[in-house]
C-alpha cells in the first residue's frame, strides 16, 4: 500500500465541473473499488476507441484485470496508456426541474500504463484477487487454475498511481425559486441484491452450500 494517503492531482485526474463531489483520500479509492465487481476498460485498438467490461480484482496499489489470452483488447493494453472505471448507481435524484434531476453516485477513474503479468506467482495473485472480489471466499473452495488454464488465461496489471473519484450523494438542489412549485422531488434509492443461491443439477448428493455463498446470498435480503 502507498505511504501517500493523498490521491494524485493531474491533468487528466483534476476535476473540472462539480469539484466540490472529488474525493481526495487514497481510502476512499479502494472503497470505490473494492464494492464494485464490473470494470471497464479503455483502450485504442488500430486507431480505434474500444470499451471492455471485465471482472477485476485489486492486491494493494494494483489493478487487475483478467479475459482470455486472445482477448484483443487486453494484448492492446500492454505496455500502453488505458482508462479504467467503476461506477456504483446508488440513487435517481428527482428534482422539480428537468434540468437538476440526478443521480447519487460513486465512481473512481483510473490512467496508467498497462503491462501483461507473465509470471506465474503474480498471475495467480491477480486471478486470486479476481476471485474474491466476485466472490468472497470462493479461491478456498474451488480447485486452482491448471497451467492449461493459465496459459488461456491473460492477466492485466494496472498501478493505483493516477486516479480520480468522484461521489454525489443528497437530495435534489433545485433553483430556489422552484422550491416553491408543487412538483415532488426526492431520491429513489438503488441498490443490487443477490439472490438465492443455485445449486448446479451435478453437484453431488449431500453437499450444503458453503457458508461463503451463503454470506453472499445475505447480503441481499
Given at each position: 500500500?502507498?505511504?501517500?494517503?493523498?490521491?494524485?492531482?493531474?491533468?487528466?485526474?483534476?476535476?473540472?465541473?462539480?469539484?466540490?463531489?472529488?474525493?481526495?483520500?487514497?481510502?476512499?479509492?479502494?472503497?470505490?473499488?473494492?464494492?464494485?465487481?464490473?470494470?471497464?476498460?479503455?483502450?485504442?485498438?488500430?486507431?480505434?476507441?474500444?470499451?471492455?467490461?471485465?471482472?477485476?480484482?485489486?492486491?494493494?496499489?494494483?489493478?487487475?484485470?483478467?479475459?482470455?489470452?486472445?482477448?484483443?483488447?487486453?494484448l492492446?493494453?500492454?505496455?500502453?496508456?488505458?482508462?479504467?472505471?467503476?461506477t456504483?448507481?446508488?440513487?435517481?435524484?428527482?428534482a422539480?426541474a428537468?434540468?437538476h434531476?440526478?443521480?447519487?453516485?460513486?465512481?473512481?477513474?483510473?490512467?496508467?500504463?498497462?503491462?501483461?503479468?507473465?509470471?506465474?506467482?503474480?498471475?495467480?495473485?491477480?486471478?486470486?484477487?479476481?476471485?474474491?472480489?466476485?466472490?468472497?471466499?470462493?479461491?478456498?473452495?474451488?480447485?486452482?487454475?491448471?497451467?492449461?488454464?493459465?496459459?488461456?488465461?491473460?492477466?492485466l496489471?494496472?498501478?493505483?498511481?493516477?486516479?480520480s473519484?468522484?461521489?454525489?450523494?443528497?437530495?435534489?438542489?433545485d433553483?430556489?425559486?422552484?422550491?416553491?412549485?408543487?412538483?415532488?422531488?426526492?431520491?429513489?434509492?438503488?441498490?443490487?441484491?443477490?439472490?438465492?443461491?443455485?445449486?448446479?443439477?451435478?453437484?453431488?448428493?449431500?453437499?450444503?452450500?458453503?457458508?461463503?455463498?451463503?454470506?453472499?446470498?445475505?447480503?441481499?435480503?
Amino acid at each position: 500500500m502507498s505511504a501517500d494517503t493523498s490521491l494524485s492531482q493531474t491533468d487528466r485526474t483534476r476535476l473540472h465541473r462539480l469539484r466540490e463531489r472529488g474525493r481526495s483520500d487514497r481510502a476512499e479509492l479502494y472503497a470505490v473499488l473494492d464494492a464494485g465487481l464490473i470494470c471497464h476498460l479503455g483502450v485504442l485498438i488500430d486507431g480505434s476507441p474500444v470499451v471492455l467490461p471485465t471482472g477485476y480484482g485489486r492486491s494493494g496499489d494494483t489493478l487487475y484485470l483478467h479475459g482470455s489470452s486472445a482477448n484483443r483488447s487486453l494484448l492492446a493494453a500492454d505496455s500502453r496508456d488505458v482508462c479504467v472505471t467503476v461506477t456504483h448507481l446508488d440513487g435517481m435524484v428527482c428534482a422539480r426541474a428537468i434540468f437538476h434531476h440526478s443521480m447519487n453516485y460513486r465512481s473512481a477513474v483510473v490512467f496508467g500504463t498497462a503491462r501483461l503479468v507473465a509470471d506465474d506467482e503474480e498471475r495467480l495473485t491477480a486471478l486470486r484477487a479476481v476471485t474474491e472480489q466476485l466472490v468472497p471466499g470462493r479461491w478456498e473452495h474451488s480447485r486452482p487454475p491448471s497451467r492449461k488454464e493459465l496459459a488461456a488465461t491473460a492477466v492485466l496489471a494496472l498501478p493505483l498511481d493516477e486516479a480520480s473519484v468522484k461521489v454525489r450523494t443528497g437530495p435534489a438542489k433545485d433553483e430556489p425559486e422552484d422550491y416553491q412549485l408543487d412538483f415532488w422531488a426526492g431520491v429513489i434509492p438503488v441498490a443490487m441484491s443477490f439472490g438465492l443461491p443455485e445449486a448446479d443439477a451435478a453437484v453431488r448428493p449431500g453437499l450444503d452450500v458453503p457458508d461463503h455463498i451463503s454470506a453472499l446470498a445475505s447480503r441481499g435480503s
